[in-house]
Every structure is written in structure tokens, then in C-alpha cells.
């Protein structure tokens, strides 16, 4: 979603349900400092790994559903996140263009399901113990929480009704089918508002990086509906 996405020599390619995926060096560079432990540097792996899986599945989610209406669709991993590209080939109802939006986190949130099933399927046999100091053990709770949080948390802040986030774009088709007319202009400046009030309430928690961001998106939104002439 966010970064610089130009190809380079050392990208990761391949296939997945036939859909060509790139990974930018980036991506493992910024996703190494986010999950960064000096102390630990197979759990800043695992992080990085659960990462990728999480992105991947998000990106996927849109891919497959636009594969899903004939739209040819490429996915690209790069620094802070990914972007699921589509060439829309006929046209789709708004309905349809939502389902393709919601996909992304929709993807998530059944990872997110499959992996707290999993995580009491194997507590519930007795394979894990959450409580257990055991290194082998705790690294699999570590691979658990790691993915439940990225796939819970990452999804919810996507549906935020900010653009570019998948939550700003459903808000605009929304808008847009509603009022054909201001619906854009409308959902610019619902994500203005709520990316200020994020940033907000994010510095006031002490948490600099996701408010860096929303401060961002919202001074972008601002530059989007200066520079428009609805
Ligand atoms: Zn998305």
C-alpha cells in the first residue's frame, strides 16, 4: 500500500492460484525493524515470516476476488504492506467492486479464525501448554500471537474509513453510489477527519509510528481535495 514499489534485482518472484506475486527487498527490511529483537533474532524471523503469510493472505484476498470477475490481478509486496493490482477488464456493480475491497481483510480475519481454532485444538489435546516455558512450545504460541495480531488488528485499521485503506475505498463506493455527484468529495473528507482524529489519538497513547502514518494519509487526503474540482 505504501512505499516504493519500482522492481529491482533482488525481488522474490512466484506464482500463487496463478497469480504473480513480487516481493520487493523492501519488505523484509522494514518488516525486520518493526519485529526487531537483538536478543532474539529467531523470533524477529518468525515475526518477519507471519508477516509476509499475513500480507500475502490479505493481498491474496483481493487477487482471487478480482481473479474471481475475470480481472486479471498481480499482487506486490514492498515496505509497509502490499498492493493487489487489477485491470478492470468489464464492468462490475458497486456491489461487486465492495466484495472486492472487503476480500483483502476478509482473507485476514479467516486466517485469524483458522489460527485461534488451531491454537485451542491444541491446547485442548494437550499438544501446547500456554503457560509452558518450554523453548519449542513457546515459540509456536509466538508464531499464534504474532499472526492474531497482525491478521485481527492489521484488518480492523484497514476498514477505517480512510483512504487509501480498504475501509476509505468502500466508504467512497458507498458514498459514490449514494450521491453520484459529492459522494466523492464527501468520502475525502470523512477519511480527513477521522485520519486527523487517529493521528491524534494515537500520538496522545504513545504510539508515534501508526500516528506518523495517519498523519500522512490525512495530509494527503487534504492535498486530494485541494487539488480536485468536484
Ligand atoms: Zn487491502
Not at 513480487?22 to 527490511?29: A, E, G, I, N, Y
Not at 493472505?57 to 487489477?86: K, N, R
Not at 465492495?98 to 489460527?115: C, E, M, N, Q, T
Amino acid at each position: 500500500m505504501f512505499g516504493s514499489a519500482n522492481p529491482t534485482p533482488y525481488d522474490l518472484r512466484f506464482s500463487l492460484f496463478r497469480i504473480p506475486v513480487r516481493v520487493h527487498p523492501m519488505f523484509w527490511l522494514v518488516g525486520a525493524l518493526m519485529g526487531w529483537n537483538a536478543g532474539d533474532l529467531p523470533g524477529t524471523v518468525l515475526f518477519i515470516a507471519c508477516l509476509f503469510v499475513s500480507i500475502l493472505t490479505h493481498e491474496m484476498g483481493h487477487a482471487l476476488s478480482a481473479q474471481h470477475y475475470g480481472w486479471p490481478a498481480e499482487i506486490v509486496l514492498m515496505a509497509f504492506g502490499g498492493l493487489a493490482s487489477y485491470i478492470p477488464t468489464r464492468r462490475i456493480s458497486t456491489a461487486q467492486r465492495i466484495s472486492v475491497i472487503f476480500a483483502g481483510p476478509g482473507a485476514g480475519f479467516l486466517l485469524y479464525a483458522l489460527v485461534v481454532f488451531l491454537e485451542q485444538l491444541l491446547i485442548t489435546r494437550g499438544v501446547i501448554n500456554p503457560d509452558s516455558p518450554i523453548v519449542g512450545e513457546s515459540r509456536l504460541m509466538g508464531v499464534f500471537f504474532y499472526l492474531k495480531r497482525i491478521n485481527l488488528w492489521w484488518g480492523l485499521f484497514n476498514l477505517l474509513p480512510v483512504y487509501p485503506l480498504d475501509g476509505g475505498q468502500i466508504a467512497r463506493e458507498l458514498l459514490r453510489a449514494w450521491r453520484p455527484w459529492t459522494g466523492v468529495e464527501l468520502s475525502l473528507k470523512i477519511s480527513l477527519v477521522v485520519g486527523v482524529a487517529g493521528a491524534v489519538w494515537l500520538f496522545r497513547e504513545g504510539h508515534t509510528f501508526p500516528a506518523v502514518l495517519f498523519a500522512s494519509l490525512a495530509f494527503e487526503n487534504f492535498q486530494t481535495l485541494q487539488g480536485r474540482h468536484f
